[in-house]
């Protein structure tokens, strides 16, 4: 069995009135590539932040490599971050920023050079190893970005939404990156909106919301949360009372409500032969309907029917 190496039990943080994580546990096993899904305000960030030392004031244990991670600060030196919000010397080049941090760390000069150079050449950023960080794209800060997470050999790197902000083949990039980092047996955890980033690169996804992990499992095994069922995704113009209200009329049998917001509802039906007098319900109460799509169970089923909210940014 593999070995756990992050343990995180009953983190609660409030920023005053403001509940961020309400007795958050995790677990995280060597080797793995986690994937954190949730919305905005569901409390990543706030998570990243206490596990890498920079938020105080909170209740709960993390443990890494059975050590307590709170008590024991050689520890951090073993957890690579990579924030939110990115944090260079925008004067300087990517070589230097990689030296600087790294230097951080009790690295002797020499090692630090090799293993910058040879972290550029990971994040596809030796050409550019010299021009200031100033000049960059969004997309080469945020490789850069986990290049400085890498510095210091981290057996678990966390990841804070590295894909937010760049386009379609810069994100490919960097899940390319990440997947290896974790084939190549450092752990890691990742933070995102998006449901097919952890599709593509997870083995093991959990699924946040108000601060709790509300499921966790493979892909596979969160699918069979929402079962044998077929999704409808109905979009239109029409507000989230007036769907509900319009549903409530219905006998709904077998029928269930992942999600019902302004503009876009999902139900999930068992016998797929109820669909279409569901549909003829609909617009017999001339609900606007612009958008209709049957889907097969898949992550976004999950997090609708655990999360009752869609992610869309
Ligand atoms: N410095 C702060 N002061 C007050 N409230 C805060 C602060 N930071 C976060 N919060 C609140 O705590 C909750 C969790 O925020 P957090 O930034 O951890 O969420 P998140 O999941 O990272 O969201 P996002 O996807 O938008 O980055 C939110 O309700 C947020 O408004
Ligand atoms: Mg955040």
Redesign the pocket.
């Known amino acids: 069995m593999q070995q756990t190496i992050l343990e995180i039990k009953n983190l609660s943080k409030s ?2 009135e ?1 509940i ?1 994580l309400a007795n958050f546990s995790l677990s995280l096993k060597k080797g793995e590539v986690l994937g954190l899904l ?10 990243i932040s206490i596990l890498s030392g920079t938020l105080r004031d909170f209740t709960g244990s993390a443990s890494f490599k059975g050590q307590d991670l709170f008590s024991d600060r050689r520890l951090k030196n073993l957890i690579g971050i990579v924030p ?1 919000e990115m944090a260079f010397y925008e004067d300087l080049g990517a070589l230097e920023n990689l030296m600087f941090w790294g230097g951080l760390y009790d690295i002797p000069k020499k090692e630090l050079k090799r293993r910058a150079l040879e972290l550029l050449a990971v994040v596809e950023l030796s050409a550019r190893a010299k021009e200031p960080i100033k000049k960059f794209s969004g997309g080469m800060k945020r490789r850069l970005n986990i290049a400085i997470g890498l510095v210091h050999q981290p057996e678990l790197l966390l990841l ?2 590295p894909t937010v902000g760049i386009d379609v083949q810069a994100k490919v990039n960097i899940l390319d990156i990440i997947r290896n980092i974790g084939q190549q047996g450092t752990s890691v955890v990742f ?1 995102t ?1 998006q449901l097919s980033e952890v599709e593509q690169i997870c083995s093991r996804i959990a699924i946040m919301d108000k ?1 709790v992990v509300l499921a966790e499992g493979t892909l596979a095994e969160l699918i069979r949360i929402v079962g044998e069922k077929e999704i409808v995704e109905v979009s239109g113009e029409f507000s989230a009372d007036a769907f509900s209200a319009i549903i409530r009329q219905s006998d709904g049998n077998g029928m269930e409500i992942l999600s019902v917001t302004d503009n876009q509802a999902h139900l999930a039906f068992a016998d797929s032969e109820r669909i279409p007098a569901m549909m003829q319900h609909l617009f017999k109460h001339h609900l606007p309907i612009s958008d209709l799509k049957i889907k097969s169970p898949n992550l976004e089923a999950v997090f609708l029917k655990m999360t009752g909210r869609s992610l869309r940014d």
């Open positions: 920023y005053g403001t961020a949730g919305p905005n305000g569901a409390g990543k960030t706030t998570l939110q804070d939404e933070t909106h601060g």
